[in-house]
């Protein structure tokens, strides 16, 4: 037990520093897990892997490409064994067919967008499990191929009339633990025809627009349309940094006189500490300004907008006013983000997992055209329970 032990750590130790887009190596392929539900799902992955490529490795992708499948007592009665590289093979009907409609899907991407010379690259993967552990089928996936990022659809589709159905709950907790065990970052992909409307290789652009507000997540998404900048022919990118008004910048500082009036009475601090959010915001306008000088400042093709609001309210407001002109929005799930602007708003939220700015656009009443990445940064520290980056492996 000590020997597996010891050889899980090795093993995870030598991969640590790739795991996640800020950690890529942008000489080489881009390597990526996606969890796929049926075929519908494939025109949305395909999107985001065109857009993504370009970012890295002269344009070359690797797409671990793992078809979800539960567990039941007619899938199991089903299995056969195989020689390939699943191990196994479903012969029920319904999952064959998903299963093949997948592949002439991910096939006719690759045919159709650059698959060419090898620079496309897609594996097809089974995770057949029952909803509790299909996580994990993700995750070891994802570690195996020093995966950069896990894909995985939201549990709500959408619905003829435009708004989300009630979604699958055995899908929600799959989306829930990949969040909380996952080796790289995630993306939750709310789709919304993504890619149906228009081909990734296509002359016309799709207009994405990424959201910034601060803290690890966001500066995670911001990396990840630094990827999309690099294919002006199918996406035209604009950032839009919210930043605090005169009203968010009082209320914020009132709080912080707060919290270290709490401090010096010894009483806990509700959130992080004063330090910890200077480090953070200083983290934050270093990351954008490098951004901004290699992506905006004379590119044509990357647009900037800056907005000043006081909370909650008004980023909504904000939001809403942006919903008709974008087919994608990129955010942060935001876990650390400890912003008075986004105060509020979990309180309100429906899918936690999602945070709150990404629970806003995914919801019903936001938008029925514009589809949502929801991303979330690897945490190494986190993954390897230390508190001190010191003793982390090396």
């Known amino acids: 037990m000590v020997g597996i032990g010891i050889a899980s750590w090795a093993r995870r130790s030598v991969q640590w520093r790739l795991m996640g887009l800020q950690h890529h190596d942008p000489s080489t392929e881009l390597r990526l897990v996606a969890g796929l ?4 799902e494939v025109p949305a992955l395909a999107f985001l892997m065109e857009s993504l490529r370009w970012g890295a490795g002269n344009g070359e992708i690797a797409c671990y490409a793992v078809d979800m499948v539960q567990l039941t007592d007619q ?7 195989s020689g390939g590289l699943d191990g196994v093979t479903v012969v029920d009907e319904e999952v064959s067919e998903m299963r093949k409609l997948i592949g002439e899907a991910l096939d006719a991407y690759q045919a159709e967008c650059g698959g060419e010379g090898g620079k496309v690259k897609v594996r097809r993967l089974l995770a057949l499990s029952s909803f509790p552990d299909m996580h ?3 995750c070891i996936c994802a570690e195996d191929a020093m995966a950069a990022l896990i894909l995985v659809p939201f549990h709500k589709a959408q619905c003829l009339d435009g708004t989300m159905d ?3 709950f055995g899908f929600r907790l799959v989306n829930q633990k990949v969040l909380q065990l996952a080796p790289c970052s995630v993306g939750i992909i709310v789709d919304r025809g993504l ?4 081909r990734p290789d296509s002359t016309a652009q799709a207009s994405v627009a990424v959201l910034f507000i601060g803290g690890a997540d966001d500066r995670e998404a911001l990396t990840l349309a630094s990827f999309m900048c690099k294919q002006q022919a199918s996406v035209r990118l604009t950032a839009l940094r919210v930043v605090q008004n005169a009203t968010a910048q009082a209320r914020a500082k009132a709080r912080t006189s707060l919290f270290e009036s709490k401090s010096k009475r010894h009483m806990p601090l509700a959130g992080t500490t004063t330090g910890q959010e200077e480090l953070q915001a200083q983290a934050d306008d270093k990351f954008f300004a490098e951004f901004y000088r290699k992506h905006v400042a004379g590119n044509k093709s990357v647009g900037y907008l800056e907005k000043h609001v006081a909370d909650g309210a008004e980023l909504v407001a904000v939001l809403r006013g942006m919903q008709g002109d974008y087919r994608l929005f990129v955010v942060g799930k935001g876990r650390d983000r400890n912003s008075v602007l986004t105060e509020g708003l979990e309180e309100w939220a429906e899918c936690l997992e999602l945070g709150p700015v990404g629970d806003i656009l995914a919801s019903s009443d936001f938008s029925t055209t514009a589809s949502v990445l929801i991303v979330q940064q690897y945490d190494a520290k986190k993954h390897y329970k230390v508190i001190d980056e010191e003793f982390m492996p090396l």
């Open 37 to 40: 539900r049926g075929p519908q």
């Open 75 to 81: 899938t199991a009665s089903s299995i056969v064994k």
């Open 136 to 138: 994990s089928d993700l």
């Open 166 to 168: 009630g979604g699958h």
């Open 195 to 198: 890619g149906k409307q228009q």
